[in-house]
């Protein structure tokens, strides 16, 4: 069974930039057909997709987020980060990593417990 664990700071100054971690067990994050994805989900809003790392370590990102945002990984730590430059307030949201194990006949998702990040000075 794979986990998921989000973890980092729970509030981040204006300007600055957010550090998360996804730590992945159950699995290696380089398993084939797995990819690695950051969702997020404002205060009284709906579910925003960020960006994934795939197993083969190919990236891709929402456009609108693109500029600001990396996702790298640590194959020996078994883990998935996520760096958002320059945040602003709008970037309040409770931050999810989730494994999207995906196959031309199947899917599954795992999904972390989230972590809440606040914007503010």
Not at 3 to 21: A, D, F, I
């Amino acid at each position: 069974q794979v986990q998921l664990q989000e973890s980092g700071p729970g509030l981040v100054k204006p300007s600055q930039t957010l550090s998360l971690t996804c730590t992945v067990s159950g699995d290696s994050i380089t398993r084939n057909n797995f990819y690695w994805t950051w969702i997020r989900q404002p205060p009284g809003k709906g579910l925003e997709w960020i960006g994934y790392m795939s197993y083969s370590g190919s990236t891709a990102y929402t456009p609108s987020l693109k500029s600001r945002t990396s996702i790298s990984r640590d194959t020996s730590k078994n883990h998935i980060s996520l760096l958002l430059r320059s945040v602003t307030p709008e970037d309040t949201a409770r931050y999810y990593c989730v494994g999207r194990y995906r196959t031309v006949v199947t899917g599954e998702d795992y999904w972390g417990r989230g972590t809440q990040v606040t914007v503010s000075s």
